[in-house]
Nanobody, 127 residues
Framework: VQLQSSGGGLVQAGGSLRLSCAAS????????MGWFRQAPGKERELVAA??????STYSTNSGRFTILRDNAKNWVYLQMNSLKPEDTAVYYC???????????????????????WGQGTQVTVSS
């Protein structure tokens, strides 16, 4: 799976951005996906995760961040609303290498659960 993320930029506090992740490779539709972020001097952390079938989602900022996927088009999105300066970071999409035991309804929360990573897109929120 190859991942290409886009949609980052500079936005004022309170604004919105929609990040997109285009995936190629025949396993995308069977891969659980996630969005992570890494701010300068900090560890890469989970932002949101979604199951293989898109029916189970998790967000560390529920109410502000929503993860979506379109398996027909091989895209994953992160809709970010009410952005804050502390959301400033490089955002990465990630894909899990599916196994035969993976549930279609399960999402994954740890960096180690993911095998493939996009190049990252910068999000900067000004105050």
């Amino acid at each position: 799976v190859q991942l290409q993320s886009s949609g980052g930029g500079l936005v004022q506090a309170g604004g919105s951005l929609r990040l997109s992740c285009a995936a190629s490779g025949r396993t995308f539709g069977t891969s659980a996906m996630g969005w992570f972020r890494q701010a300068p001097g900090k560890e890469r952390e989970l932002v949101a995760a979604i199951s293989r079938n898109g029916q189970s989602t998790y967000s560390t900022n529920s109410g502000r961040f929503t993860i979506l996927r379109d398996n027909a088009k091989n895209w994953v999105y992160l809709q970010m609303n009410s952005l804050k300066p502390e959301d400033t970071a490089v955002y990465y999409c990630a894909a899990r290498q599916p196994t035969s035991s993976d549930s279609y309804y399960r999402y994954y929360l740890n960096r180690e659960d993911y095998a493939y990573w996009g190049q990252g897109t910068q999000v900067t929120v000004s105050s």
